[in-house]
């Protein structure tokens, strides 16, 4: 068997995809040098031929010896039998109780009783070889929006929270004004608020500003904490005023982080009754996960916020923990415990104003190499690659998102425990949960830090969406998974078949022939909206702002602009649904219209309206591919979050919405359907 072979063939009983389609449908071929790095990446030594066989020849020994090569996805609350290559005494463990669930003796058919929802283990054992397997009791589907908010059709509106202004000018967008948001919009009959991730971003994180890079996804970003309603203290510092159209991060983070210091001095003196017990009964259910990453958050104020360049036996969490200063563990707890009460309480109240789901909440793709999440659980991410994703629609140059990724062998050995941590604690703040790139449970587009080209390794699909579904069971929430890019066939109806929504974008659904799609034809299992953060906004769309962003940049020459331009004036008669000499007399007031109708009166079961484009905001929130060169991240809505229930925009909005039947179940309705 030649070289090439060997590494072709231990490529992929490693799940690396020989090959993938571009989004023109050209073939792209993975070379050695990424089947090396990505084997390498999932802790696979194939440097050499004779290191590649070796690994080989130890692959096909373990998976012979085996008595289950994939982990067990059975139906939870119902015995089944699962077929085992060799003879084997076992046992079974439940995960809630530690118990002895099950035993048998000698035998290839395990009978297996019903089990509760989680993640158990299955003990294997006969002369000579031992196994442990996950057994993996799922629900056949996660829970449906008609489960959870009693109709078949709903809507509501997506904004950038670290956007959101107030009369209160506090500097940065609130959990306070993402309540009181909430609150106008559930008033008009909207079922949901999205936001953008709002996780951990590091304290010491100074130029990080993306939501979508970080530090730790299953904690929260404390520069969303609001001030002035933090419990039982006077007013912690004075108001954080803005200045300009774009938010001053550098400003906001000094100013902010000064005043949650002197308010955790007056936490601590003297505390309360009521909040000591509220703040140990939160640092308590946080366990082990919140110490490590208060310990992360320490260290970062001494070292800065890459791990990797702190003194190496930091790198190790034992050795962290144990030199750790306790106050300021302390500190970095007491602000997660803030968070998480005032993000609570924006659910609550977003409930309390007649939404039938409250918030909608946006997991990340992944964490940043050099933060908490990376830091705190090693032994599960992949080494010497980062995230990404090849040429698309969205970015022609293709992206790396320089984030951590999971490593399929790696993560089945630590029983996934650190994504159902952050599962866990994103889906208990929300009624929806949109899981940014779910592509990545199918396959991840790894690209290596050796320069090698990029390519994708297959996930666990079967095995993450079982455990998606048991996590949004325990939470009650509605899971979108969003579903752009290049998608391998069936995996939207194998995501759908799991009771995942997937994600309608307007823009990009096109028939063969490059036109857009009518109303009736979208999917009915799906949140349909009309752009993301990513693309043009309906008056950015309108004007070609987006057009004029990719020429500004070189992305696109004069030829290319004036053909996009012409294009894009056949899309806007396309969605008018107007001839285009009808079409050119039109405005951006009569596009908004049209769009949100046709969106209306779609099936699908959720439809998201941008905040932007009630406002007729021109630019997107982000431009993938840009960092400097667009205000990424930066803009400030333009009407305060006390004056949005009262815009006419809003107003037409959910009387069209109201109309075609969804947001429907309000007010005393929705409290008794509840």
């Known amino acids: 068997m030649g070289a090439d072979h060997v590494l072709s063939e231990l490529a992929t009983l490693a799940g690396i995809f020989p090959q993938f389609k571009s989004l023109e449908g050209a073939i792209c071929p993975i070379s050695p040098d990424t089947q090396r790095a990505l084997l390498r990446a999932n802790g696979l030594l194939a440097e050499t031929p004779a290191q590649a066989a070796d690994t080989l020849a130890a692959l096909k020994a373990e998976a012979e010896k085996a008595f289950i090569t994939d982990d067990v996805v059975v139906p939870c609350g119902k015995p089944v039998k699962v077929r085992i290559a060799h003879d084997a005494s076992w046992q079974l463990i439940r995960e809630d109780t530690g118990d002895v669930e099950a035993h048998g003796g000698a035998t290839k058919v395990i009978e297996l009783p019903g089990l509760p929802i989680g993640v158990h283990d299955l003990h294997l054992r006969s002369s000579g070889r031992a196994q442990q397997v996950a057994v993996i009791a799922t629900p056949d589907r996660a829970p449906s929006v008609i489960d959870r908010a009693g109709a078949e059709k709903t809507w509501g509106v ?48 100074d130029e990080t500003i993306s939501p979508y890079s970080p530090c730790h996804r299953g904690f929260l970003n404390t520069a969303h904490i609001a001030l002035d309603h933090i419990p039982n203290l006077r007013p912690a510092g004075d108001k954080i005023g803005f200045t300009g159209e774009l938010i001053d991060y550098a400003a906001h983070r000094e100013a902010h982080q000064k005043a949650l210091r002197a308010a955790f001095s007056d936490f601590q003196m003297p505390m309360s009754a009521p909040s000591q017990q509220a703040f140990d009964a939160f640092s308590q259910s946080g366990g082990d996960g919140l110490a490590e990453f208060a310990v992360f958050e320490a260290f970062s104020e001494k070292f800065g916020s890459d791990w990797r360049k702190w003194p190496a036996h930091l790198h190790s969490r034992k050795t962290a923990e144990a030199e750790a200063d306790p106050q300021a563990v ?40 050099d933060g908490a999440e990376a830091w705190a659980a090693p032994n599960t991410l992949a080494e010497g690659v980062s995230l990404g994703a090849p040429p698309d629609q969205l970015s ?43 592509l990545g449970l199918n396959r991840s587009y790894w690209i290596p830090d050796d320069g090698s080209p990029g390519g994708y390794i297959r996930q666990p699909f079967k095995a993450l969406s079982a455990i998606i579904a048991i996590e949004a069971e325990r939470a009650g929430t509605v899971v979108i998974g969003e579903d752009l890019g290049l998608v391998p066939d069936g995996f939207r109806d194998a995501m759908a078949a799991k009771g995942l929504y997937g994600y309608t974008v307007l823009q990009y659904e096109k028939s063969a022939k490059g036109r857009f799609r009518k109303p009736k034809d979208l999917r009915a299992q799906s949140l349909a909206c009309f752009g993301t953060h990513d693309t043009p906004t309906l008056s950015g769309f309108w004007q070609g702002q987006d057009i004029a962003w990719w020429h500004k940049l070189g992305w696109i020459d004069d030829a290319e602009k004036s053909k996009s331009t012409d294009r894009r004036q056949q899309e806007k008669s396309d969605l008018l649904g107007l001839p285009p000499a009808k079409a050119s007399v039109c405005n951006v007031s009569d596009f908004r219209t049209c769009v949100h109708e046709n969106l209306a009166q779609s099936p699908a079961a959720l439809v998201a309206v941008q905040l932007d484009d009630l406002l007729d905001v021109p630019d997107a929130q982000n431009l993938p591919g840009t960092i400097d060169e667009h205000p990424n991240w930066r803009r400030r809505t333009t009407v305060s979050v006390e004056d949005i229930a009262n815009h006419p925009n809003l107003t037409q909005t959910a009387e069209l919405m109201t109309k075609a039947g969804r947001g429907t179940l309000c007010g005393e309705s929705r409290k008794e359907f509840e």
């Not at 997660?336 to 793709?365: C, E, P, T």
């Open 396 to 438: 022609p140059a293709g992206q790396n998102w320089q984030l951590a990724a999971y490593a399929p062998r790696k993560l089945r050995q630590n029983r996934y425990a650190l994504l159902r941590n952050v599962l866990a604690q994103a889906m208990r703040h929300c009624g929806v949960l949109r899981i940014d790139h779910a």
């Open 158 to 205: 997506v904004a950038a929270l670290y956007g959101l202004s107030s009369d209160r000018d506090n500097g940065l967008g609130d959990f306070e004004d993402l309540a009181c948001l909430a609150e106008g919009l559930g008033k008009k009959g909207a079922d949901f608020l999205g936001i953008n991730p709002v996780h951990a971003l590091g304290w010491s994180a």
């Open 330 to 369: 302390r500190f970095h707890m007491w602000l997660q415990w803030l968070a998480a009460s005032q993000l609570d309480a924006a659910q609550v109240r977003a409930k309390n104003s007649g939404m039938a789901l409250g918030l909608y909440l946006d997991l990340a793709v992944g964490a940043r190499r």
